[in-house]
């Protein structure tokens, strides 16, 4: 098990449908543009929280966990996938009452859902 959980990256870059992402768990804890992604530490990726209020990248959407969407300022459908400045929250919540499990298919941008009983 140890093994396993060693062989973890931290984040990762993938282009699907000829957009790129970047997958991270929590968000880009001490931000400031022109910053390498290998310049965060791991408490910047696992546990700063996105700061959705600004674009991180104008050429790259940055797809975050973390953060149930209901604890997003502003944020006018809490509860369901958000998007907003290049960002793609999917932590819908789903230990909260009226949470859910959420997916996204980043080839179609379909969003899936399983309601919290």
């Known amino acids: 098990m140890i093994d396993f959980i060693r062989e973890f ?8 449908a000829g957009r790129d992402y970047l997958l991270v768990h929590a968000g880009l804890g001490n931000f400031y543009p022109g910053k390498d992604i290998e310049d965060y530490s791991l408490a910047d990726l696992v546990w700063s ?3 959705y209020d600004i674009e991180y ?23 369901y996938i ?34 919290n009983s």
């Open 82 to 115: 958000y998007r907003h400045n290049n960002h793609i929250a999917i932590d819908c919540g789903c230990y909260i009452p009226g949470g859910r499990l959420a997916a996204i298919c980043l080839d179609t941008g379909e969003e899936y859902y399983i309601e």
């Open 57 to 79: 990248y104008p050429d790259k959407y940055v797809v975050t966990g973390h953060t149930p969407t209901q604890g997003i300022p502003g944020n006018p459908n809490p509860g």
């Open 9 to 16: 990256d931290i984040y990762e870059e993938i282009c699907v």
């Open 49 to 51: 929280r996105a700061e």
